[in-house]
C-alpha cells in the first residue's frame, strides 16, 4: 500500500497562472517532505523541502505547505512558466534514510 | 565534476540473463540508493547504502542484489532477470548530514524480454 499518494496524474495550467499540486500520505513518522521535478529522459532534480516541524516554505515562485493534521502537503507554483512543463514526484523521509515516493503529477503550462 | 552517473543507459536483456547496473557518484556522498520506476507507481526503492560495505533492503528488494565495495560506487545486480523486471531504474544519492536532497543520475532502461 503505498503510503505517499499523489491523486492527480496530470494538471494543465495557463501560463502566469498559479499551479497547486497535491500530495497525500499515511505514516505520521515522516520527518521531511520534498518535491522533484523529472523531464522526459532525465533523472528527478530536487525542488524544494520541508520539515515536518514547519508549515512553510518558500523558495522564489515555489511554495511548500504542509498540513500535519491532515497529512497533506501542496506545491504552489506562482507565476506558472511553460519551462515548469514536467512530472512533479513528492517524497516523504522515514527513520533519517529511506525515502517514500508518490507516483507523480505531470504539469503542463500553456503558453 | 560529473555528479551522479549510471552506466548502461540501456538494456535489453532475455528472460533468465543476469547482469549488474553500475552507479557512480563524485560528490563524497555516503547514502546511495537504488528505485525503480514503474508507470502509475513513482519511484520504489529497491535497496539502500548508508556506508561503504552496508547495504540494506527497501520496498521491493526481491530478484535484486547490491554491493557497496567503494564508497564512490552502488552495483545494482539481477541474477536471473524476469519481465516483472522491466523498467527504469535510477540511482541516487545524498549526504549524511542533511539525508534530505537525493541528486539523481540519467536512469537505466531495462528490457526483460
Known amino acids: 500500500d503505498q503510503q505517499v499518494k499523489q491523486n492527480s496524474p496530470s494538471l494543465s495550467v495557463q501560463e502566469g497562472r498559479i499551479s497547486i499540486l497535491n500530495c497525500d500520505y499515511t505514516?505520521?513518522?515522516?520527518?521531511?517532505f520534498l518535491w522533484y521535478k523529472k523531464y522526459p529522459a532525465e533523472g528527478p532534480t530536487f525542488l524544494i523541502s520541508?520539515?515536518?516541524?514547519?508549515d512553510k516554505n518558500e523558495d522564489g515562485r515555489f511554495t511548500v505547505f504542509l498540513n500535519k493534521s491532515a497529512k497533506h502537503l501542496s506545491l504552489h507554483i506562482v507565476p506558472s512558466q511553460p519551462g515548469d512543463s514536467a512530472v512533479y514526484f513528492c517524497?516523504?523521509?522515514?527513520?533519517?534514510?529511506?525515502?517514500?515516493f508518490g507516483s507523480g503529477t505531470k504539469l503542463n503550462v500553456k503558453p | 565534476n560529473a555528479g551522479v552517473t549510471q552506466t548502461p543507459k540501456f538494456r535489453v536483456l532475455k528472460t533468465g540473463q543476469s547482469m549488474t547496473l553500475l552507479c557512480a557518484q563524485d560528490?563524497?556522498?555516503?547514502?546511495m540508493y537504488w528505485y525503480r520506476q514503474d508507470p502509475g507507481m513513482g519511484l520504489r526503492l529497491i535497496h539502500y547504502?548508508?556506508?561503504?560495505?552496508?547495504?540494506a533492503k527497501g520496498e521491493v528488494p526481491d530478484g535484486y542484489n547490491v554491493s557497496r565495495l567503494k564508497k564512490q560506487n552502488f552495483l545494482l545486480g539481477l541474477e536471473s532477470a524476469a519481465p516483472s523486471q522491466t523498467s527504469v531504474y535510477f540511482c541516487?544519492?545524498?549526504?549524511?548530514?542533511?539525508?534530505?536532497?537525493?541528486?539523481f543520475g540519467p536512469g537505466t532502461r531495462l528490457t526483460v524480454l
Open positions: 541516487a544519492s545524498t549526504f549524511l548530514a542533511s539525508g534530505n536532497e537525493q541528486f
Open positions: 505514516n505520521s513518522m515522516f520527518d521531511y
Open positions: 520541508i520539515s515536518s516541524i514547519k
Open positions: 517524497a516523504a523521509r522515514y527513520n533519517f534514510n529511506k525515502f517514500y
Open positions: 560528490m563524497n556522498h555516503e547514502y
Open positions: 547504502s548508508v556506508g561503504e560495505g552496508t547495504t
